[in-house]
């Protein structure tokens, strides 16, 4: 968690400077070196502050759903089976547990092309 940047709802950033125990210590708005704010997660969460989510990584074998921009469904099936090109759409934030989050990254790549 330490050095994991937070995006607040209203688009600012601040840097996690520090945890200890349940306590996380935040940075200042404009400078990610000074603290500033000391809460719990929840505490964080609450005044709007947002969390990146860990990636979920599927066990060997397991189906999972990549975003498909050609696809009609916009999305396709595929196997866990730890391969370079799994590997790959992991690290590029493509792999999804469900076709419906596989065609929201779809729409939402489809949206940014279009402006």
């Excluded at 759903?65 to 595929?78: G, R």
């Excluded at 391969?83 to 792999?95: C, Q, T, Y």
Aim: glycine content about 6%; some cysteine; hydrophobic content about 45%.
């Amino acid at each position: 968690m330490y050095g994991q940047i937070l995006t607040n709802k209203d688009g600012s950033t601040v840097k996690i400077l520090g945890v200890s125990d349940e306590i996380i210590f935040i940075s200042t708005l404009n400078d990610h070196t000074i603290a500033h704010h000391a809460s719990t997660k929840q505490g964080l969460i609450a005044l709007g502050w947002i969390f990146p989510v860990e990636k979920w990584v599927p066990e060997r074998g397991m189906a999972y759903f990549i975003p498909d921009l050609f696809a009609e469904n916009k999305y396709t099936v595929s196997s866990w089976f730890d391969r370079k090109f799994d590997n790959h759409w992991l690290a590029n934030n493509l792999v999804c547990r469900t076709k419906e989050e596989a065609i929201a990254l779809t729409d939402k790549m489809l949206t940014a092309v279009k402006n």
